[in-house]
């Protein structure tokens, strides 16, 4: 019985180690990845080396996910602002629409069951909480949560150093 379904077009760096039942096709995933159970990543997304894609997944069209990432269980990208079903009353196809990218920076973190609408960058070292709507650009270092997501504080390795000693700002 085949439990993995990937297709001969993915691009698959050295040391990526991939669980049962995934769905991968025309996506590349860089070294050292690692993609959890029930995991699908679309054609024309990409991940980076070192990351971590937990199970229950879903990484559409557009993605782009820098090194060192960590996306949580559930984690649910979204690359159209409007979708549609229908085009003139026929099925759409991928000439009715145009993709819409998203963006994480590199070593950010994405909680569980969080959704990433279209047109959203991740900044930098950001963490997004679990169960978050993504519905704008989230600052490098910076920790969101909520529905819409709004920034909680920004991370202390993420504050600007003030002085020649190198002391960081605020508490």
């Given amino acids: 019985m085949e439990r993995r ?9 050295p040391g ?33 080396c070192h990351c971590k894609i937990s199970s229950h997944t879903f990484i559409c ?18 690359n159209d602002t ?18 819409e990218p998203i ?4 070593g950010a973190s994405i909680g569980s069951n969080a959704t990433i609408l ?6 930098e070292g950001a963490i997004v909480g679990a169960g978050s709507v993504v519905t704008r650009d989230v600052p490098a270092g ?10 909680l504080r920004l991370l202390k390795e993420a504050r600007p150093k003030i002085g020649s000693q190198g002391t960081k700002a605020g508490p």
């Fill in 118 to 123: 279209s047109r959203v960058t991740v900044g």
């Fill in 61 to 78: 069209e557009g993605v782009t996910i820098a090194d060192e990432v960590f996306v949580g269980h559930g984690v649910m990208f979204i």
């Fill in 5 to 13: 379904c990937i297709s001969p077009d993915v691009k698959l760096g």
């Fill in 82 to 99: 409007y979708p549609r079903a229908t085009a003139n009353g026929k099925l759409q196809t991928e000439a009715d629409w145009t993709v």
């Fill in 103 to 106: 963006r994480i920076g590199k």
């Fill in 142 to 151: 910076a920790i969101v949560a909520g529905n819409p997501a709004r920034v």
């Fill in 16 to 48: 990526v180690k991939i669980f049962d039942f995934v769905n991968l096709y025309g996506c590349e995933i860089g070294a050292g990845t690692k993609i959890g159970t029930f995991v699908e990543i679309q054609k024309n997304a990409r991940i980076g």
